[in-house]
T-cell receptor, first 114, second 116 residues
């Protein structure tokens, strides 16, 4: 069975600082990996995804994530935080084949301090 | 429409009543999903429809929950005899078919259900 662990339910950084949101996964098959963002009172928006190929994936709003198979990790980073990045972030994994059922982590709430 | 549309956006119901939540997927998307987001359980998969195939109902928490998809488009999630633990945000999503996880899943803004 697949699972996702997000380390830290709350992360707080200063505006302009590095953002690092951690995600580790467990999967018996090569996974597809995703990061979604949820702004207050809104649905989920895809930030980026890893399927195959290059392990460093660039997404929207300056975010990127690196798939590290040896560490079973897919951490999300952004070099310089902006106030508008304040939101909840979800890491998710899905099976390589078949229905694209996403298994989500518990989420990390990102707060940006001015 | 341009995105996944869900209605109602908010619903308050009394314990024991039935509720119906509606989802209108993105035009041309044949795959449709329902997820539930609650404080205690996070984001959970409920059910998946793909074209004319039998739906994957493996995530439905009890037989009080059911869903149908008519004409390969609009879907309705029904919760019978609602309980307080059913209070959550019910998210619908859709994607193109036939591409597995290479296709992007687009989520609606959710239906916020409160059972009192």
């Amino acid at each position: 069975a697949q699972s996702v662990t997000q380390l830290g339910s709350h992360v707080s950084v200063s505006e302009g600082a590095l953002v690092l949101l951690r995600c580790n996964y467990s999967s018996s098959v090569p996974p597809y990996l995703f990061w979604y963002v949820q702004y207050p009172n809104q649905g989920l928006q895809l930030l980026l995804k890893y399927t195959t190929g290059a392990t460093l994936v660039k997404g929207i709003n300056g975010f990127e994530a690196e798939f590290k198979k040896s560490e079973t990790s897919f951490h999300l980073t952004k070099p310089s935080a902006h106030m508008s990045d304040a939101a909840e972030y979800f890491c998710a994994v899905s099976e390589l084949q078949g229905a694209q059922k996403l298994v989500f982590g518990q989420g990390t709430r990102l707060t940006i301090n001015p | 429409g341009a995105g996944v549309s869900q209605s109602p956006s908010n619903k308050v119901t009394e314990k024991g009543k039935d509720v119906e939540l509606r989802c209108d997927p993105i035009s041309g998307h044949t795959a449709l999903y329902w997820y539930r987001q609650s404080l205690g359980q996070g984001l959970e998969f409920l059910i998946y429809f793909q074209g004319n195939s039998a739906p994957d109902k493996s995530g439905l928490p009890s037989d009080r929950f059911s869903a149908e998809r008519t004409g390969g488009s609009v879907s309705t999630l029904t919760i019978q005899r609602t309980q307080q633990e059913d209070s959550a945000v019910y998210l619908c999503a859709s994607s193109r078919a036939g591409q597995g996880a290479r296709s992007t899943i687009y989520f609606g803004e959710g239906s916020w259900l409160t059972v009192v």
